[in-house]
């Protein structure tokens, strides 16, 4: 079974605060993404990586940079926590191009 | 960018009954639409999936249609059961990169 484990399921930071979002997957999958998910807004995508210290940006990287120095592990970084980052934030992995993404639970972060 | 607008919001159905998720999308280079099922406390997970040269696909109490045309794709539940209850997206995909969801529906199945 292909594990996404993510650091925290909650969070509380203050503004300002550097936040890192840990993810982890044991199945060897080249590619890694981070979304963030609103309510009435879906899920968007913030960055994704296809390979160890390669990234994209997605739809919605102000604010956001990654990290991806081992195969395994995807970072997620808030430089510098704002309350308009209060969200549910998801990474995915996924194997190749024609396999599925399978996500972690989640992690709720809110920014007072 | 591509565009995925999902309906309705929630949907609150009889045990037994069919349920119809409708989605469309605005990039006619989309060739991947995936659907997942979201359950409380848990990332979303993928229950079936369509790409552009099919139009339709069945797995069990579930389909998905697509018209390439009119650029909309159903997801269609049969048959449905309480654990069927849950948060369904539907996305489109014209590279297997970027994924752009719809905005979700809630699915509630009265026992």
């Known amino acids: 079974d292909v594990k996404v484990t993510q650091s925290s399921r909650y969070l509380v930071k203050r503004t300002g605060e550097k936040v890192f979002l840990e993810c982890v997957q044991d199945?060897?999958?080249?590619?890694m993404f981070w979304y963030r998910q609103d309510p009435g807004l879906g899920l968007r995508l913030i960055y994704f990586?296809?390979?160890?210290?390669?990234?994209e940006k997605g739809d919605i990287p102000e604010g956001y940079s990654v990290s991806r120095e081992k195969k395994e592990r995807f970072s997620l970084i808030l430089e510098s926590a704002s309350t308009n980052q209060t969200s549910m934030y998801l990474c995915a992995s996924r194997g190749t191009v024609l396999d599925e993404q399978y996500f972690g639970p989640g992690t709720r972060l809110t920014v007072t | 960018g591509e565009n995925v607008e999902q309906h309705p919001s929630t949907l609150s159905v009889q045990e037994g009954d069919s349920a119809v998720i409708k989605c469309t999308y605005s990039?006619?280079?989309?060739?991947?639409f995936p659907w997942y099922k979201q359950e409380l406390g848990k990332g979303p997970q993928l229950i079936i999936d369509?790409?552009?040269?099919?139009g339709e696909k069945k797995d069990q109490r579930i389909a998905v249609t697509l018209n390439k045309t009119a650029k909309h794709f159903s997801l269609h539940i049969t048959e449905t059961q309480p654990e069927d209850s849950a948060v369904y997206f539907c996305a489109a995909s014209k590279d297997f990169n970027k994924f752009y969801f719809g905005s979700g529906t809630k699915l509630n199945v009265k026992p």
């Open positions: 199945m060897d999958h080249e590619n």
């Open positions: 369509i790409r552009s040269n099919v």
């Open positions: 990039d006619s280079a989309s060739n991947y």
């Open positions: 990586s296809y390979d160890v210290k390669m990234k």
